[in-house]
């Protein structure tokens, strides 16, 4: 049975989710069998598209919501809010 599981996350590296860091995101994303999306600004962008990622263009100090619904949700949102919890500046 599918639940919907929805986190938000404050984006503190100070250049934002950029091209290298949506890259590593979205091949994080892919790991996973859940559907996962990114909320930001009212976008939702899938988490596993490379070009819907960037189409959001995150900044720094803003909030994005990561949402996952499937299997393994629980370890998808964990796993992705820790990994743009720990970006830091340059990355």
Excluded: C, P, W
Excluded at 51 to 79: H, N, P, Q
């Amino acid at each position: 049975m599918k639940h919907l599981q929805q986190q938000v996350v404050e984006i503190r590296n100070k250049t934002g989710i950029h091209a290298r860091s949506a890259s590593t995101l979205v091949q994080k994303a892919n790991s996973f069998y859940s559907e996962i999306s990114l909320v930001y600004e009212g976008k939702e962008a899938d988490a596993k598209s490379i070009l819907a990622v960037m189409s959001l263009g995150i900044d720094y100090g803003r909030e994005v919501v990561v949402k996952a619904e499937g299997e393994d949700e629980e370890f998808a949102i964990k796993t992705l809010t820790e990994f743009i919890n720990d970006l830091e500046d340059g990355e």
